[in-house]
T-cell receptor, first 115, second 113 residues
Framework: GAVVSQHPSWVICKSGTSVKIECRSLDFQATTMFWYRQFPKQSLMLMATSNEGSKATYEQGVEKDKFLINHASLTLSTLTVTSAHPEDSSFYIC???????????FGAGTRLSVL | GNSVTQMEGPVTLSEEAFLTINCTYTATGYPSLFWYVQYPGEGLQLLLKATKADDKGSNKGFEATYRKETTSFHLEKGSVQVSDSAVYFCALPTQGGSEKLVFGKGTKLTVNP
């Protein structure tokens, strides 16, 4: 099946620093990638949708300058949390679609803790 | 846009018990329907899907039938195992033709030995 790799799985950073999370499709070309945020015991909240080579589309209420998304190739998208603060601590999950299948394949998630 | 309502739980069962997690949806047309599972500390995995009315999706002993009459896609398993302990999410596209998904709030299942 389609595999999406997300790295790192856990990151701890100091307040004010920036953190980059990578999402890679390992065995298919991901035409579209999605970034979600999940709060404890809650469902997934879609943050943005990115298509290779174009600017990401952010959901209402998501700060595009805070959460920078780059989708430079058909197998890699990155999410950079800039000037992170404790309230940005959360579980971030990426997913990807591609290969002609309208199914989202998810990464294992990244737990971000901002001190 | 489309929406989904899912039984929130939590659900606690003994091993070999029967499981039902209810999911109903509101949608324009007949979108594909999905169940995803999230094991502790991990991302989501596609459990099963159905693409049209009366389809039955199945995987790992789980089943769900796409019922347009009741706009439901309930998840069932005849005999749960401890390893089935996870959070289950019902999902469908936000609107026709969209790749974006809208998820239910998730149902946490705990299976005790």
């Amino acid at each position: 099946g389609a595999v999406v790799s997300q790295h790192p799985s856990w990151v701890i950073c100091k307040s004010g620093t920036s953190v980059k999370i990578e999402c890679r499709s390992l065995d298919f070309q991901a035409t579209t990638m999605f970034w979600y945020r999940q709060f404890p015991k809650q469902s997934l909240m879609l943050m943005a949708t990115s298509n290779e080579g174009s600017k990401a589309t952010y959901e209402q209420g998501v700060e595009k300058d805070k959460f920078l998304i780059n989708h430079a190739s058909l197998t890699l998208s990155t999410l950079t949390v800039t000037s992170a603060h404790p309230e940005d601590s959360s579980f971030y999950i990426c997913s990807a679609t591609g290969g002609g299948k309208n199914i989202q394949y998810f990464g294992a998630g990244t737990r971000l803790s901002v001190l | 846009g489309n929406s989904v309502t899912q039984m929130e739980g939590p659900v606690t069962l003994s091993e070999e018990a029967f499981l039902t997690i209810n999911c109903t949806y509101t949608a324009t047309g007949y979108p594909s329907l999905f169940w995803y599972v999230q094991y502790p500390g991990e991302g989501l995995q596609l459990l099963l899907k159905a693409t049209k009315a009366d389809d039955k999706g199945s995987n790992k002993g789980f089943e769900a039938t796409y019922r347009k009459e009741t706009t439901s896609f309930h998840l069932e398993k005849g005999s749960v195992q401890v390893s089935d302990s996870a959070v289950y999410f019902c999902a469908l596209p936000t609107q026709g033709g969209s790749e974006k998904l809208v998820f239910g709030k998730g149902t946490k299942l705990t299976v005790n030995p």
